[in-house]
């Protein structure tokens, strides 16, 4: 009976109802749900997407390593005369910028958790759980991962390198000798929880792509406005930032194929074709 209502013993105002009303709602919210166009549309865009970043960091780092770059970009910032970096304790770098820089990190984790955890109770914030957990997911481990790279890391932190006067030899990544001691400089653990907000960009691509790119700008700009700060501290080397961004680009990558693949059936997801613009 219900075939036969939907392929023709209806009126054609009673099929457009029942199509009409059963088109999913559009939501930009979350991570779209996999079905096969999806993964076909993720196989063939996903790997230029993430590329085309990874490839002009790699640039820059060429350009940093192989004409000083990096060192001049971080020399202006050093006093000769008094043998420190001024601004390493200034309150707007070291205190507005470093310390409560890292605080704005620690409070959209939090807020993030707390929407985790409460969308078990609350229908308003049910929609928003994988969101959450995805982006909760992407500064986590992006910050414990370069957080172990950086404990175990032999490059020292400009303020204790040969070069403005402290004791430790400069190294380049992956090129110190074997066991040279851990100094704990590289790559740049401060901009790693900024640089993460890049998950922003995953959340939306396949909703609103243009909201997506807004999103991945301006976690760029702020992992940046991080690493350029410890720039100016003395604390790392230009080069630290653009490695930390790659690392969390891959993480973030990463992880979102990974929500895409285990996203909960329940979640709502954004219709194909109905994207905003």
């Not at 970009?73 to 008094?82: G, N, Q």
């Not at 380049?172 to 100094?183: D, I, Q, R, V």
Request: aromatic residues 10%; contains cysteine.
């Amino acid at each position: 009976m219900l075939a036969a209502t939907l392929t023709g013993n209806s009126g054609p105002g009673t099929a457009e109802s029942l199509d009409a009303s059963a088109a999913p709602k559009a939501s930009a919210r979350l991570v779209p749900a996999v079905d096969g166009a999806l993964e076909e549309r993720v196989g063939q865009s996903l790997a230029v997407v993430y590329l085309a970043p990874m490839a002009i960091s790699a640039a820059a780092l060429a350009l940093l390593y192989g004409t000083d770059l990096d060192g001049q970009l971080t020399d202006p910032f050093f006093d000769a005369a008094s043998g420190t970096f001024p601004y390493r304790d200034d309150w707007l770098v070291g205190t507005l910028l470093h310390t409560f820089g890292k605080y704005l990190i620690i409070a959209i984790s939090a807020c993030l958790l707390s929407v985790s955890l409460g969308a078990k109770w609350s229908q308003k914030l049910r929609p928003w759980r994988c969101s959450a957990i995805y982006l909760l997911a992407c500064i986590a481990v992006a910050s414990a991962v370069i957080g172990l790279m950086k404990s175990v890391s032999p490059i020292p932190v400009p303020w204790n390198s040969v070069r403005y006067g402290g004791s430790t030899p400069h190294y380049l990544p992956f090129l110190a000798p074997a066991g040279a001691p851990h100094s704990g400089g590289w790559p740049c653990a401060h901009a790693a929880g900024a640089f993460a907000l890049v998950g922003l960009y995953f959340l939306y691509r396949d909703s609103r792509p243009r909201l997506a790119w807004m999103g991945f700008a301006g976690a760029v700009a702020l992992g940046s406005l991080y690493a350029g700060t410890q720039v100016l501290r003395g604390a790392h080397s230009p080069s630290h930032g653009v490695w930390s961004f790659m690392i969390t680009w891959t993480i973030c990558t990463v992880l979102y194929l990974l929500v895409l693949r285990f996203r909960p059936a329940d979640a709502p997801a954004a219709p194909r074709g109905q994207e905003p613009e």
